[in-house]
Structures are given as C-alpha cells and as structure tokens.
C-alpha cells in the first residue's frame, strides 16, 4: 500500500524559504495524482498546489509566483519548494496521494485524495 513520509518542516522568518519533502513508496499505478495541502489552526485543510503524472501542475492562487511544486520520479520524491513565506504560511502541511476514480472533487479537494502523510509544521514569524 501506499506511504507517504514527509520532512524538511520549521521555523523561518518572514521572506525566507523552505523545501517541503515528500517520499512515497508502494504505488503501482501509473496514472495518480499528489499535492501539497496545509491545515491552519481552527481552519479548513486547504489545497496548495498539486502534481500530476502527466506532468501537470496546478497551483492555489494564494502561493502562486511563490511556491513550486515539482517530482523527482528517480527518488519516489515530491518537493514543496516555498519562497517568500508570509506568517499566514503557517500551517501543518500535507502530502497526499490519490488516483482517478469517483471520488474526484477537484485537485484541492482533501476528499480526492486516498492516502496522507504525517504532516509537517511550517512555522513564519
């Protein structure tokens, strides 16, 4: 089965940046999707960007020019590269896993997704 185990979470200043990893193991499909998803304390999980096996990649508007999401297929890796982080970045930020079926609600959607990881805390002050 799937597993997802991220790292690469801490404490910045205003302005500084972080690379969030993500390394999955145990997938067989060929087509599946991830993304990067953040919770905030007392809010919503909400989508960051997400990455597809077809190469597509789609980004929230509130981290676009900011953030970059890409995977490195060799390492069974998926990176969160974060600039220019705001304090309203903070938030414990998921990896997730999914592949296409009926649960599709969209790529920001925490509902589309089948497989999570632990979660990793950013933290700008």
């Known amino acids: 089965h799937v597993q997802l185990v991220e790292s690469g979470g801490g404490s910045v200043q205003t302005g500084g940046s972080l690379r969030l990893s993500c390394v999955v193991s145990g997938f067989t499909s060929r087509w599946y999707f991830m993304g990067w998803f953040r919770q905030a304390p007392g809010k919503e999980r909400e989508g960051v960007a997400t990455?597809?096996?077809?190469?597509?990649?789609k980004y929230a508007d509130f981290v676009k020019g900011r953030f970059s999401i890409s995977k490195d297929n060799a390492k069974n890796t998926l990176y969160l590269q974060m600039n220019r982080l705001k304090p309203e970045d903070t938030a414990m930020y998921y990896c997730?896993?999914?592949?296409?079926?009926?649960?599709?609600?969209?790529?920001?959607?925490?509902?589309?997704?089948?497989?999570w990881g632990q979660g990793t805390q950013v933290t700008v002050s």
């Open positions: 997730a896993f999914g592949v296409y079926g009926d649960n599709w609600n969209g790529w920001n959607s925490a509902s589309t997704y089948d497989v």
């Open positions: 990455f597809d096996s077809d190469g597509s990649i």
